[in-house]
């Protein structure tokens, strides 16, 4: 007498093994029982989770308010530590420091320039800085998003230029009623204070809440 095969067991899609975050060759689980080519999206470190942080720039406007000069001034000469820092990593490891000559203080000023537009192109377009979040700022577009890599390009562009001028374009926001920069205004930035208790509603009262 013979039998009946033993139908087949089902797998259950939780045994399925999610894919890594980080992305992996060849195929994918597609989680309805099917199988795609293709890669996971894969997330740089540097790329934080982003609210959006529309800033008030006009009366009456529900946002997040413009960053005053004083506390911009402070991010920025965390920045400049941290980029000075890294352009004397870079002259170390090169070894120029080890043989000074006329043409040392040339070869500085190029690294920290190189350094400097290499710190703006990774850190501009995704809408801050180290010394930026440390104060609690965070750069945006008028709408409260990340600028982006084409704005975030042109900004850092700006920058170059507002330090060529003996800083003059930084100055700008001390005057500007904006508190925009010249690579602010080329880069359509603004600098916002993103703490929670900063956040203005529309009647223009100040929300409560904790510190971000």
């Given at each position: 007498m013979?039998?009946?095969?033993?139908?087949a067991e089902v797998v259950e899609d939780d045994e399925?093994?999610?894919?890594?975050?980080?992305g992996g060759p060849g195929l994918v689980w597609a989680?309805?029982?099917?199988?795609?080519?293709?890669?996971?999206?894969?997330?740089?470190?540097?790329?934080?989770?982003?609210?959006?942080?529309?800033?008030?720039?006009?009366?009456?406007?529900?946002?997040?308010?413009?960053?005053?000069?004083?506390?911009?001034?402070?991010?920025?000469?965390?920045?400049?530590?941290?980029?000075?820092?890294?352009?004397?990593?870079?002259?170390?490891?090169?070894?120029t420091?080890?043989?000074?000559?006329?043409?040392?203080?040339?070869?500085?000023?190029?690294?920290?320039?190189?350094?400097?537009?290499g710190y703006g192109l990774i850190f501009n377009p995704r809408g801050w800085t180290p010394g930026k979040t440390v104060v609690g700022l965070r750069i945006v577009n008028e709408e409260g998003d990340p600028p982006g890599?084409?704005?975030?390009?042109?900004r850092t562009a700006g920058a170059v230029l507002s330090e060529t001028v003996f800083y003059v374009g930084y100055a700008w926001a001390f005057f500007d009623e904006r508190t925009q920069t010249w690579h602010d205004k080329l880069g359509k930035t603004y600098v916002v204070h993103v703490e929670e208790s900063e956040q203005i509603s529309s009647d223009g009262w100040r929300r409560s809440g904790g510190g971000r």
């Amino acid at each position: 007498m013979t039998t009946e095969p033993e139908a087949a067991e089902v797998v259950e899609d939780d045994e399925i093994e999610e894919p890594s975050p980080f992305g992996g060759p060849g195929l994918v689980w597609a989680g309805d029982g099917a199988l795609t080519a293709g890669r996971t999206p894969v997330r740089s470190p540097l790329d934080v989770e982003f609210e959006i942080y529309p800033p008030v720039l006009e009366q009456g406007q529900e946002g997040f308010p413009l960053a005053t000069f004083n506390r911009r001034w402070i991010g920025f000469f965390i920045d400049q530590f941290v980029i000075v820092g890294c352009a004397f990593l870079v002259t170390v490891l090169a070894g120029t420091l080890a043989t000074p000559d006329a043409a040392a203080p040339i070869q500085w000023a190029v690294v920290v320039t190189l350094v400097r537009v290499g710190y703006g192109l990774i850190f501009n377009p995704r809408g801050w800085t180290p010394g930026k979040t440390v104060v609690g700022l965070r750069i945006v577009n008028e709408e409260g998003d990340p600028p982006g890599l084409r704005w975030g390009v042109m900004r850092t562009a700006g920058a170059v230029l507002s330090e060529t001028v003996f800083y003059v374009g930084y100055a700008w926001a001390f005057f500007d009623e904006r508190t925009q920069t010249w690579h602010d205004k080329l880069g359509k930035t603004y600098v916002v204070h993103v703490e929670e208790s900063e956040q203005i509603s529309s009647d223009g009262w100040r929300r409560s809440g904790g510190g971000r």
